[in-house]
């Protein structure tokens, strides 16, 4: 399973921008997906994730102003983000929780990353 990432750049606080991950290769089955980000010097975190039925949940730093969903068909996965700040600027990571085959066990795997720039 290969995620692939798009949509980061630099943007001004109180822009947008939309990222996008798709899963490509050989897919029996993913689960959740979700975003992660990790700004120098911290740790990766949780920003959203979304469950094969659709079920959502943020970080409360992100919580009305992100929006996750996913195209099941497409495997693929979209981040919206409104009112960026400044403290968002990070690398945004792709995560999805799948099985390339029937006989291997779920595992977690990882997009490269994109990077997200917000200027004040």
């Known amino acids: 399973v290969q995620l692939v990432e798009s949509g980061g750049g630099l943007v001004q606080s109180g822009g947008s921008l939309r990222l996008s991950c798709t899963a490509s290769?050989?897919?029996?089955?993913?689960?959740?997906r979700a975003w992660y980000r990790q700004a120098p010097g911290k740790q990766r975190d949780l920003v959203a994730a979304i469950t094969r039925g659709k079920n959502t949940n943020y970080a409360d730093s992100v919580k009305d102003r992100f929006t996750i969903s996913r195209d099941n068909a497409k495997n693929t996965v979209y981040l919206r983000m409104n009112s960026l700040k400044p403290e968002d600027t990070a690398v945004y990571y792709c995560?999805?929780?799948?099985?390339?085959?029937?006989?291997?066990?779920?595992?977690?795997?990882w997009g490269q990353g994109t990077q997200v720039t917000v200027s004040s």
């Open positions: 995560n999805a929780k799948g099985a390339a085959t029937a006989w291997t066990s779920p595992r977690d795997y």
């Open positions: 290769g050989t897919i029996y089955s993913i689960s959740a």
